[in-house]
Nanobody, 126 residues
Framework: QVRLVESGGGLVQKAASLRLSCKVSGLTFDDYAVGWFRQAPGKEREAVSCINWSGYIVFYEDSVRSRFTISRHNTNNTAYLQMDSLKSEDTAMYYC???????????????????WGQGTQVTVSS
């Protein structure tokens, strides 16, 4: 059974940092790319970032490119999203998702990811 479990969310003030984790089990982690998505209340889910199976190719949504960093440790089956300089507009439920190998196809289409976690809430207060 494939499981993706997010952690690390919370309530923080503007300009603070958080690191989200996505622990994956039930598949060969280093055969899969990992994406992060978010959904704010009343809004559609949007792609945030993607990292390919090796960790050498990454993608970011424009509004987070200079503030967020995606990474992965294949030895412990975990992907991360380091979020710095948080803004109130970053408030959302954050989900990680997995797809085979690469972030192509394009990376920001959620239907390209067959496996999803349950999400972790990030709230940024101003």
């Amino acid at each position: 059974q494939v499981r993706l479990v997010e952690s690390g969310g919370g309530l923080v003030q503007k300009a603070a940092s958080l690191r989200l984790s996505c622990k994956v089990s039930g598949l060969t982690f280093d055969d899969y790319a990992v994406g992060w998505f978010r959904q704010a209340p009343g809004k559609e889910r949007e792609a945030v970032s993607c990292i390919n199976w090796s960790g050498y190719i990454v993608f970011y949504e424009d509004s987070v490119r200079s503030r967020f960093t995606i990474s992965r440790h294949n030895t412990n089956n975990t992907a991360y999203l380091q979020m710095d300089s948080l803004k109130s507009e970053d408030t959302a439920m954050y989900y990680c998702a997995a797809r085979r190998y690469d972030c192509s196809g394009p990376w920001y289409h959620s239907d390209q990811y067959p496996y999803w976690g349950q999400g972790t809430q990030v709230t940024v207060s101003s």
